[in-house]
């Protein structure tokens, strides 16, 4: 009875969903892009600024944003009235980063039910940015019609358990066989879904090629999240564009915030990734970036046409910019592991069986499919682009947004064009548990040469955030913008960041990024903690804590209006501001445990009163690499 109810639930929110998104998807109703005719403008426009259509957006959203931070500063911090143009940020981290922050989204929804310290951040937020496990929270809940994340959570329709995780492992040895072989083709017959009635994976793939487009792992990764997590609604969403979103009635009426992607492009032919790659945005209305190397923006509802410094010479191509595609993009992560599992000095696989699997990604690297492929080129010959490695390849090559090491999607967010006076940064990123490397490297990226309009107040380095609990406890950076000037970027002042990192309270929510099965206890367990992380417990830690962010909200204002800080806004800042100091001690090295708020190497026991019953070990699921070692030593015990 319990099964036939889940999926009535399932059908009907999925239909709900289905007409709140309204997306009118690609011409052709599938996977596959279709020819169009063309506008007469060209298609590309400079990056100096942002777009038109987006000032004007954002004009709009300021009505609703104002109007609920006046609501939370009335209930948090009454007599206090000022702007802030707040954006919120989700880190990268795969599935444990998306249910993460799924707790942490509900934590600051004014949908959410009971009464939360950081309540109604959402709707206050002007902007909303996201890369891998981030970005499939972000664009898994707009796609579906921007619903309250418990509604989906109750659904079921997030179903990332081992029955329905992404590599079919029915067929064990036949897998081994396909990496040991570095047979690329056979391998993408385990993956699940790839062959169903005319309508699986493998046939998405091959009307797209057939198309006259290139694909990659990239594509079938996208479209195997898809499979999971948008069941029952028009072949697993397989028309869904990216601009749909754009068309939809709860974005044009501006009911959330202005969603942001991103991604890392590669140069070509290199294996090389660092903070000094350009970062490429995806939004509802454009894709592009405001880094040198790029500097250029083209219009997602044109992504696969052909241009040449944004002119057309034939027809115009829609439903490029299929959703799937784009959110596996930006969470494109495999060519990385050429550099992270079998290099050299790596050890995460024994010695024969990471020469097999160095052969088979040293292939897919070599035929380019370990990395999306955005080709024709949108940049090509564009007259912005510094780099002629973009403005003169045909291919455009997009991976993983954090693979650099900004796994907070922070570039596009703090950048001197959008004015952002406050970031809200939820860290849920890597695997183990963060040390301050996402808003490092923010920071870092900020001084580097593709950085040039991305302004990031001052941090200190990674043992600083760990000597000082920075990582435990929620923490304020760039609370005095006169302490800010040598960072100042054609008259902005960088913003003040509410930094926030995954913890354990209620769960140990720190999986790995490659843990692909999540047991549906574990998962809801793990959201749950999120919850916890962004409320501070509900308010127990600090009963303060909604008066504290209040004060972080309002005082760039304050700082341009001349207005003085009240005394509690003092005393708050006192509390979470980083005053400036720094470990300069060795090599500090984390303690294995967490207290309410610091850490520390004595046992600990898990807080608040969690009614999940649920077993707080890592096992119960499988990572993409257990699930490898285990079919290659099953052929080897055979020698």
Known sequence: MHIVVTLLAQLILSFAWAAAAAPDGSPLGGYAPAHVSCPNSTL?????????AEKDWIALRAEIADAALADFLDEHLPGANGSCRLATAFSGGGYRAMFVGAGELAAIDSRSEGTLPLKGLLQASSYIAGLLGGLWLLSLVALQGWPQVENIVDSGLWNATSQNSLIDTSDFLGLAWAVVTANYNRLLTHVRHWEKSGKGIGEEIKAKESAGFYTSLTDVWGRGLAHQFFPLQNNYYAPALWLDLAEADFFKNHLMPF?????LARRPDSLVYDLNLPVVEFNPLEMGSFDTSINSFFPTRY???EVDNGKVSGNCTRGFDNAAFVYGTSSSLFNQFL?????PDCDQLPGLIKWFVRNLLNRMSRQKEDIAIYNPNPFFGSEHAASLNVSTSESLFLMDGGIGGEYLPLSSLMNTHREVDTVLAFDNNPGGWPDGSSLVNAFRRSQTYEGRSTICPWVPGEDTF?????????VFFGCDAKNQTDLVKDDVVPPLVIYLANRPFEFFSNQSTLQLAWPDDKKKATIQNGYDIASQMNGTVDASWGTCV???LVRRDQERQGVEQSEECQRCFEKYCWDGSVYEGPTYYRPVNYTVDGLTNSSMTLWGNNLIPVDTSLGGGFSIWSVLLSVLRSIFSWF
């Open 44 to 52: 590309l426009r400079e990056g100096s600024l942002i777009s038109e």
């Open 259 to 263: 969603p942001l992607v991103t991604a």
């Open 303 to 305: 992504l696969g046409t």
């Open 339 to 343: 550099n992270t599992l079998v290099c």
């Open 466 to 474: 760990l000597a000082h609990n920075f990582t435990a406890r929620p």
């Open 550 to 552: 209040a004060c972080a």
